[in-house]
């Protein structure tokens, strides 16, 4: 990296989470200008204005949350590795799931944070990858997924959303998805976790790491 002030690229659709993840990366010593986007198309725009909005030159480092509106944050690592080629990128979640911070690793990222880390361990992160260094400060995986459950990265988006209760047609229309391609993520949840209803999904889900916290569920809100 150039001796000039890092300039970081926040991506996270929820603007109140963006600016309380500003207050604590402007008092790193490295970081000069922060840009903000709230999805990926959003942020790749960024990338066709001279210079990136929020000055400062090429961006030298994206904090990438997973669920985003139209392309979550895996799938939109090869959109931003184009539009901004030497920047690493680090994923900031609330999710800290073992399959999501494998898939993270996979799909060539520099760092996976919890949303719920510390000014002091987000500021530490910060430093050691503009060093070049890979972060992935998550608390330790408690072992591997048993054999035969491998979600993708479109069914752990189905499931988080699941886990906070939304129904098929808010999944749809959060993830961009057709109501019928929900119910068939749902399907192949429950064929997964070996369950038939939505609270023993989350329920086998919060045992097995793949969401964090289990929330007061209400009733089927919508069958698979």
Do not use: W
């Not at 993270?104 to 060093?131: E, H, P, T, Y």
């Amino acid at each position: 990296m150039s001796s000039r002030p890092a300039h970081l690229l926040l991506i996270d659709d929820h603007a109140l989470f963006r600016t309380g993840l500003r207050l604590i990366v402007q008092e790193h010593p490295e970081v000069g200008a922060i840009s903000e986007a709230g999805s990926i198309a959003e942020a790749c725009a960024l990338a066709q204005r001279a210079p990136v909005s929020g000055g400062g030159g090429a961006v030298d480092l994206v904090l990438l949350d997973i669920m985003l509106p139209g392309m979550n944050g895996f799938d939109g690592m090869p959109s931003l590795r184009k539009a901004f080629p030497q920047a690493r990128i680090v994923f900031v979640s609330a999710s800290v799931a073992p399959d999501g911070v494998r898939e993270a690793r996979a799909r060539g990222a520099d760092g996976f944070l919890s949303k719920s880390a510390s000014g002091n361990d987000i500021l530490q992160a910060i430093g050691a990858v503009l060093a070049g260094q890979p972060c992935f400060a998550v608390p330790a995986s408690s072992g591997p997924l048993p054999d035969g459950v491998a979600l993708t990265p479109r069914q752990h988006d189905v499931l988080r959303l699941l886990s906070a209760g939304k129904p098929n047609k808010v999944i749809a229309r959060q993830l961009d998805l057709s109501e019928s391609t929900v119910r068939g993520h749902v399907t192949a949840i429950f064929a997964q976790l070996g369950v038939d209803n939505r609270s023993a999904a989350l329920l086998r889900a919060q045992h097995l790491g793949l969401v964090d916290v289990l929330p007061a569920y209400a009733g089927p809100a919508s069958a698979a």
